[in-house]
């Protein structure tokens, strides 16, 4: 099991397929495994590299609180040391806001970044909703239960549950199959999701960048589209209207498309052959 020494932490990753490389940083209480239905697509032009952070999955936990800041650096110790001097960079929700930092902190390493569900800074109501996912988790005493019954919610819109009930069957046996995250890394790792603040950070990311957003998303909606985008100087937007925050699993097909045309355009083959 491939693990690297960075930033004073064993990380866990795994790597498949060839091309440059493509880092995939994993959201809220994932490990690397949550990009499984786009590495399948990606890995056929990439080098996709899915981490677990710190405090998840195969990682080490050490102790401490983290933030969106130190992931970021963690995952640009963990580039040097693979011999990786640039990368594309992608992240859903959490792994947007490290992905943020990364990109604005370490501009030279990230070729381009994909930013899915993300914003800039927590508002009063994403801190609400992630309070309530902390004292279900502390009440549950199981993070993973807590994601199936109270994070998928938001996740998935209500015809998802009403149509394709079968797919988040299957989505909840495969989060009960993966590494169990402790309540005590949760609470660290979703007072960094209520900390997030890259607001200063957004005009220093210089990457040729994505924004996706779920146009049913009532989590990071639509109402952080636009700091984004005025925000980071050499950006693009999509909206995939029919979804809600976890736009890569309730529409693969078209997620995988969209979001493998904007990485194949800004690849050194796709360059080279326009």
């Given at each position: 099991?491939?693990?690297?020494?960075?930033?004073?932490?064993?990380?866990?990753?795994e790597?498949?397929?060839?091309?440059?490389?493509?880092?995939?940083?994993?959201?809220?209480s994932?490990?690397?495994?949550?990009?499984?239905f786009?590495?399948?697509?990606?890995s056929?032009?990439?080098?996709?590299?899915?981490?677990?952070?710190?405090?998840?999955?195969?990682?080490d936990?050490?102790?401490?609180?983290?933030?969106?800041?130190q992931?970021?650096?963690d995952?640009?110790?963990?580039?040097?040391?693979?011999?990786?001097p640039?990368?594309?960079?992608?992240?859903?929700?959490?792994?947007?806001?490290?992905?943020?930092?990364?990109?604005?902190?370490?501009?030279?390493k990230?070729?381009?970044?994909?930013?899915?569900?993300?914003?800039?800074?927590?508002?009063?109501?994403?801190?609400?909703?992630?309070?309530?996912?902390q004292?279900?988790?502390k009440?549950?005493?199981?993070?993973?239960e807590?994601?199936?019954?109270?994070?998928?919610?938001?996740?998935?819109?209500?015809?998802?549950?009403?149509?394709?009930?079968?797919?988040?069957q299957?989505?909840?046996?495969?989060?009960?199959?993966?590494?169990?995250?402790?309540?005590?890394?949760f609470?660290?790792?979703?007072n960094?999701?209520?900390?997030?603040?890259?607001?200063?950070q957004?005009?220093?990311?210089?990457?040729?960048?994505?924004?996706?957003?779920?146009?049913?998303?009532?989590?990071t909606?639509?109402?952080?589209?636009?700091?984004?985008?005025?925000?980071?100087?050499?950006?693009?937007?999509?909206?995939?209207e029919?979804?809600?925050?976890?736009?890569?699993?309730?529409?693969v097909?078209?997620?995988n498309?969209?979001?493998?045309?904007?990485?194949?355009r800004?690849?050194?083959?796709?360059?080279?052959?326009?």
């Amino acid at each position: 099991m491939p693990k690297l020494v960075a930033n004073g932490i064993k990380m866990y990753y795994e790597q498949q397929g060839v091309g440059e490389p493509l880092i995939l940083i994993p959201y809220l209480s994932a490990d690397n495994a949550c990009y499984a239905f786009q590495v399948a697509e990606y890995s056929k032009c990439f080098s996709c590299i899915s981490l677990d952070l710190r405090d998840t999955g195969q990682s080490d936990k050490p102790g401490g609180d983290v933030s969106m800041e130190q992931y970021a650096d963690d995952i640009a110790a963990f580039m040097q040391e693979f011999g990786m001097p640039q990368a594309h960079v992608m992240g859903l929700s959490l792994g947007a806001a490290v992905g943020m930092w990364l990109a604005a902190k370490y501009p030279v390493k990230v070729k381009t970044l994909s930013l899915h569900s993300g914003w800039a800074k927590t508002d009063e109501y994403l801190k609400t909703v992630v309070q309530g996912w902390q004292a279900a988790a502390k009440g549950l005493n199981s993070v993973t239960e807590m994601a199936i019954s109270n994070m998928f919610p938001w996740c998935f819109t209500p015809e998802m549950y009403a149509t394709k009930y079968d797919v988040i069957q299957r989505l909840s046996g495969f989060m009960r199959s993966r590494p169990i995250m402790s309540v005590a890394s949760f609470m660290k790792q979703s007072n960094a999701v209520i900390a997030h603040d890259a607001e200063a950070q957004l005009s220093r990311i210089k990457a040729p960048t994505q924004i996706t957003f779920g146009g049913q998303d009532h989590l990071t909606s639509l109402r952080f589209a636009d700091q984004l985008k005025n925000g980071i100087e050499d950006s693009e937007l999509v909206i995939f209207e029919d979804c809600s925050h976890a736009t890569i699993y309730e529409n693969v097909e078209q997620f995988n498309t969209k979001t493998l045309e904007f990485l194949r355009r800004h690849s050194q083959s796709m360059t080279a052959a326009m």
